[in-house]
C-alpha cells in the first residue's frame, strides 16, 4: 500500500466508527436533532484526519491491528473538530469557511456551534471511557488523562487563548519567536503529540518508547505549523480551501515572518530529518511514521 | 452538625480544593494567566455548591470520607460552572448577572469566556483520570463515562439545546409537560443523578445502591426544577440573586405554568416523600440526604 492509500484507509475507518459512535452515543433517542446533526456537520465534513492516522500508526508500531487504535483516533478527532467549531465562531477567528463548507456556526447559528462544540469535546471522553476503547481500565484512565492534558488550559485551549490575546488585545506584548513557538506548542503541538504518544499508550510500552514517540510529535507538530505558515504565504485559497495570506493581511507575526523564509525552510528539513531518524528504531514498521513527517512538509494544503 | 453545617463544610472542602487544582493544572506555568483567572471567576465565584455536597453525602452512605469523594465532587463543579459560563452567553441567555457577580463573558469577554468553559470542561476530565480521584483506575473510567454521558448530547447538553430550541427558533412546536420534563431531565436532572450516584461507583456498591441513589437523584433533579419554576413566579431578585420571572416576562411554558401551581406544589411534596422514603434504607447515615431533599422542596435562592 502507498502512503497516501495508508492515510485513505485510516481516514475512511475514523470516519465510519465516528458515523457509528454518533449514531449510538448522540443519536435521536431523547436527544435533540438539530444538536446531533450539527455535531455530525462539524464531525463529518471533511479533513484529511491526519490526527487519526498517526494514532492508528503509533498503535501499528506495536503491531496493534488498526481496531485497537480507532476509538482512540475517534476520540481525538472528536477533540479536534470541536476545536474547529469554536474557534470558528464570530467572537473568535470569525470564519465562514472551513475545508470549502459553512462552518458549523455559519451553517446553524451561534449557540448550535458552542453546544456542538461542547457535546463533541465531552463525547470524547466518553469514547475513552468505554471498553471499546481498551479492555485494560488503566489504559483508558490514562487515555483520558493525557487527552484532556493535551487538550485543556495548559494545552491547545491555552494555546487558543495566547493566541487571541495576542490578536485581540491591545495591551498584549508582541510575541518573538520563543512566545510563538510556546503558543503553537500548545495550540497544535500537543494534540499531535498525544497522537503520536497514543500508540505507546494503547500497547503498554515502555518509557523509551513513549519519550521517541513524544519527541517524534513534537517534530511533527513544529514542523506542520512552519508548513501551515508557508502555505499562508505561499498557497492559493483553492488548495488551501479557506481563506490565505490572512496573517500577512492581519500584520500577525507568524514562525515564518520572524525567522525569514529561507531559515523557516530549513528548519522544516532538519524537523523532518529528527522525526525521520527517530523512526529508524522501529525498522521497517517505523517506514510509514518516516513517510509521514515528509508529508507534513511538504503538504499543499 | 446541623444540615446548614454540612453543607458549608462540603462547600468549603470542594472550594479549596478547586482553588488547589486551578493552581495545579490550570495554573501559570506555560499556560495564559487571563485564561486562568477567567476560569477561576466561573468556578469561584460563590454558589451554594449542592452537587459536590450531594457526591460528599452519597459517598457517606457507604462510610468513605470526604477526602475520598471531594475530587469527584470537584470534576462535577467544573462541569456545573463551564455549562453556567456557557449558557450566560450573549449567544445562548445572554446574562450579564450571576450570583450577583458579572458572568464570565461580562467580566471578560465572549472567546475568553467560550474557552474558559472548554477548558474547565476538560479539567472535569482531568481530574477524574488522576489517582488522586480514585486508586482502582476501573472506579476512575467508570466516573469519567458517567460524568460524559450525564453532561453530552444526551444529557446536560442536549437539554439545552432543546431549551434552546423551544426559545429561539420559529419553527418549534410548543412543548407539553412531558416535552419540558424531558428537557429538564437532561438538561438539569442528569448532573444531579450522576451527583447521587457517584457514592455508589466510588463505593464500588452493587446494583441496588446504584438504582436506589439515581432514583434518588431523579426525584431532586425534578424537585429542584418545580422548585426553581416557583422562584421564578413567586421569588424576589435579592433573593435569588439574578433577574427572576424572565420565563414568564418570555412566554415560556414552565412545569408550573402547565400543571398550575397548586399542582406543582403537591407534586413537590411527593417528590420529596419518594426521596425521603429511599433513604430510609441507610438508616441514621440516609438522614442528611433526607434533609437535603426537604432543603432542595424549601429553598429560596
Not at 9 to 16: F, G, P, S, Y
Not at 200 to 220: E, M, Q, V
Not at 226 to 240: M, N, P, Q, R, T
Request: aromatic letters at 4%; proline letters at 3%; one cysteine or more.
Amino acid at each position: 500500500m502507498t502512503f497516501a492509500q495508508k492515510l485513505d484507509q485510516a481516514a475512511r475507518a475514523t470516519e465510519e466508527r465516528l458515523s457509528a459512535l454518533l449514531d449510538k452515543l448522540a443519536g435521536p433517542q431523547a436527544a435533540s436533532a438539530r444538536l446531533s446533526a450539527a455535531m455530525r456537520h462539524a464531525l463529518l465534513g471533511g479533513g484529511k484526519r491526519f490526527r487519526p492516522f498517526l494514532v492508528v500508526e503509533s498503535a501499528a508500531l506495536f503491531g496493534l491491528p488498526i481496531t485497537a487504535a480507532i476509538d482512540t483516533a475517534c476520540a481525538l478527532e472528536c477533540v479536534h473538530c470541536y476545536s474547529l467549531a469554536h474557534d470558528d465562531l464570530p467572537a473568535m477567528d470569525n470564519d465562514i469557511l472551513r475545508r470549502g463548507q459553512p462552518t458549523v456556526w455559519h451553517a446553524y447559528d451561534e449557540w448550535t456551534a458552542i453546544l456542538a462544540g461542547d457535546a463533541l469535546l465531552t463525547l470524547a471522553f466518553e469514547i475513552l471511557a468505554r471498553p471499546s476503547a481498551h479492555a485494560d481500565p488503566d489504559v483508558r484512565a490514562e487515555l483520558v488523562l493525557e487527552l484532556a492534558k493535551a487538550s485543556g488550559a495548559r494545552g491547545m485551549v491555552g494555546g487558543q487563548s495566547l493566541d487571541l490575546e495576542a490578536e485581540k488585545l491591545a495591551t498584549a506584548e508582541p510575541l518573538g519567536i520563543d512566545g510563538i513557538r510556546r503558543l503553537q506548542g500548545m495550540k497544535t503541538g500537543a494534540l499531535i503529540r498525544f497522537a503520536a504518544s497514543a500508540g505507546a499508550i494503547l500497547a503498554k510500552a515502555g518509557a523509551d518508547d513513549r519519550d521517541r514517540l513524544a519527541r517524534y510529535g513534537d517534530d511533527l507538530g513544529f514542523a506542520f505549523q512552519i508548513a501551515d505558515d508557508l502555505l499562508d504565504v505561499e498557497g492559493s485559497e483553492v488548495e488551501v480551501g479557506k481563506a490565505v495570506a490572512k496573517d500577512a493581511q492581519a500584520g500577525k507575526a507568524t514562525l515564518v515572518s520572524l525567522m525569514g523564509l529561507e531559515a523557516a525552510r530549513s528548519k522544516l528539513r532538519a524537523l523532518e530529518q529528527d522525526a525521520k531518524h527517530l523512526m529508524t528504531h522501529y525498522g521497517p514498521r517505523g517506514a510509514t511514521l518516516a513517510e509521514a513527517a515528509t508529508f507534513v512538509v511538504n503538504r499543499r494544503s
